[in-house]
């Protein structure tokens, strides 16, 4: 292990994304000085961007030494992505490893593409979407539920002495009998509600957050204690276990973001203006690269494939 590796934390799939979106920007436009000074701010905004950064450019390196070793030569662009489908290759073990480890030790855990329901021994049922870890303590004394990854939606056994706790990063969801959904996205916990009453907590936000849900409401809580809130049509709340993927002006990114548990592969959005745009849709979970490409053509975006597993999604 080299200094470097010792020195820098091991870049999350988001922050090593974030690295390759800065490279190809900085390859297109290598005199934009707004661009230059955007990069420098991030890269310098925290270690772990300064480690995804060094890999980052460890294997443009790696690429550029091709000629020397007798390769072929390629254009500029197509170094810059041939380095976004190494630097996902060289990632895959890292990020791997841990989300491996967190599923030996689960209580249960769902593949890409997987939906599969379980019975707790409470008679509650969970129904885990793709890619998702779930831990679990139920017993005479506690319900308790510790979403790892992923998303679930749960009907629960109504049982007033014995509240049903949902932990998912910072955020409790507390119901006594009710069907709701949680999801942990990129830009927070998510918690939609079916039938009866549910209430989301964050203690450790400033202020504090507690929001109490209806049939029909959801809710997003973001790290920082942000709280959106929206009315969605009940059918909306389980359209995934069904294979929909029901959009009602959400971010292009948010979007993206979930249809990649369905696509055995890496999705690379590397606009983040486009990432930003919203979208009000109905896309089909079972083909998710054709969800992907109908996404796309919607806003003018272009869809690349490195190769058959990974798609590098960019403005038009």
């Not at 690295?19 to 190809?24: C, H």
């Not at 890409?112 to 969970?126: I, K, M, Q």
């Not at 973001?222 to 995934?240: F, M, S, Y």
């Not at 486009?274 to 079972?286: E, N, Q, S």
Request: proline share 5%.
């Amino acid at each position: 292990m080299s200094n470097l590796d010792r020195r820098l934390p091991q870049p999350s799939d988001a922050v090593s994304r974030a690295a390759t979106n800065w490279l190809i920007a900085l390859q297109e436009k290598p005199h934009d000085p707004d661009l230059r000074a955007g990069f420098e701010a991030w890269h310098g905004a925290a270690p772990e961007h300064a480690a995804a950064w060094a890999e980052t450019k460890q294997l443009v390196g790696l690429i550029a030494e091709a000629p020397r070793m007798g390769l072929p030569t390629v254009p500029r662009r197509r170094i810059a992505l041939a380095a976004v489908a190494l630097a996902l290759a060289a990632s895959i073990a890292v990020l791997l490893l841990p989300g491996l480890l967190q599923r030996w030790t689960a209580d249960a855990a769902t593949a890409t593409a997987e939906v599969r329901t379980l019975t707790l021994p409470d008679g509650s049922t969970v129904t885990l979407g793709p890619e998702s870890i779930l831990d679990v303590v139920c017993d005479d004394r506690q319900r308790l539920v510790r979403l790892r990854a992923g998303r679930a939606f749960f009907q629960v056994t109504p049982d007033a002495a014995h509240p049903f706790v949902v932990s998912a990063r910072q955020v409790d969801t507390v119901v006594t009998g009710t069907a709701f959904d949680v999801r942990l996205a990129e830009a927070g916990v998510e918690v939609g509600v079916q039938q009866g009453h549910v209430r989301v907590e964050d203690k450790a936000a400033v202020p504090a957050v507690q929001e109490s849900l209806a049939a029909g409401d959801w809710v997003q809580v973001a790290a920082d204690g942000k709280v959106i809130r929206l009315q969605k049509p009940l059918a909306a709340v389980t359209a995934w276990q069904q294979g929909q993927l029901v959009a009602i002006d959400r971010p292009v990114g948010d979007v993206i973001d979930e249809l990649r548990a369905y696509f055995d592969g890496r999705i690379v959005l590397l606009d983040s203006a486009l990432a930003a745009k919203r979208v009000t849709g109905v896309y089909d979970l079972r083909n998710p690269a054709a969800a992907l490409r109908a996404l796309a053509t919607a806003h003018g975006a272009k869809i690349t494939a490195l190769t058959e597993w990974i798609l590098v999604v960019s403005g038009g």
